[in-house]
T-cell receptor, first 117, second 112 residues
């Protein structure tokens, strides 16, 4: 069964702690993305990676960090520097535009709900 | 900067009827892609339909179709024969440079 998995589904963090959200895909996609979703708003891009060992900042990267050591995995760390981390986090993956000759459609995981206590 | 605007925060429709969700966008690019995603209460983002800007023909997927007006930068979604399972938040998105820009979403409620 091909797909994207995110864990945990719910995560609670105390103020001042770093936490890491997991994202794994077995779709053989090169590109992976992290988005944040707040109530009443659309998704906002945090970080993205088009290839292993390379990643780029999105629109709201401050207070977050990522790594891309394996094609299948793109973990997101929410650091203590993130002022308001309570949100729903979505991971996505895609074949980069141009490689497949078709639209760069992103497919999403089920998400992680992070709450700061 | 690329922006996507969904001007209808909430809409409702009777089961079996047709509803249209609006989306406008702004870009200086000539080649881009547009998408509609559905987010039901489970919060899983599901691709509904996509449109390549260079194609004049409107995309269709079963009961879902789009009205793509490139000059007007408009990309509306029409849902025919609405079903209770269509109740969800719908997001319009534009792709450029391997990144997606999302609108704020429209909550659609299908009533029996």
């Amino acid at each position: 069964d091909g797909g994207i998995t995110q864990s945990p589904k719910y995560l609670f963090r105390k103020e001042g702690q770093n936490v890491t959200l997991s994202c794994e895909q077995n779709l053989n996609h090169d590109a992976m993305y992290w988005y944040r979703q707040d109530p009443g708003q659309g998704l906002r891009l945090i970080y993205y990676s088009q290839i292993v060992n390379d990643f780029q900042k999105g629109d709201i990267a401050e207070g977050y960090s990522v790594s891309r050591e394996k094609k299948e995995s793109f973990p997101l760390t929410v650091t203590s520097a993130q002022k308001n981390p309570t949100a729903f986090y979505l991971c996505a993956s895609s074949i980069p535009l141009g490689l497949a000759g078709e639209a760069d459609t992103q497919y999403f995981g089920p998400g992680t709900r992070l709450t700061v206590l | 900067a690329q922006t996507v605007t969904q001007s209808q925060p909430e809409m409702s429709v009777q089961e079996a009827e047709t509803v249209t969700l609006s989306c406008t966008y702004d870009t200086s690019e000539n080649n881009y892609y547009l998408f509609w995603y559905k987010q039901p209460p489970s919060r899983q983002m599901i691709l509904v339909i996509r449109q390549e800007a260079y194609k004049q023909q409107n995309a269709t997927e079963n009961r879902f179709s789009v009205n793509f007006q490139k000059a007007a930068k408009s990309f509306s979604l029409k849902i025919s024969d609405s079903q209770l399972g269509d109740t969800a938040m719908y997001f319009c998105a534009m792709e450029y440079g391997n990144k997606l820009v999302f609108g704020a979403g429209t909550i659609l409620r299908v009533k029996s």
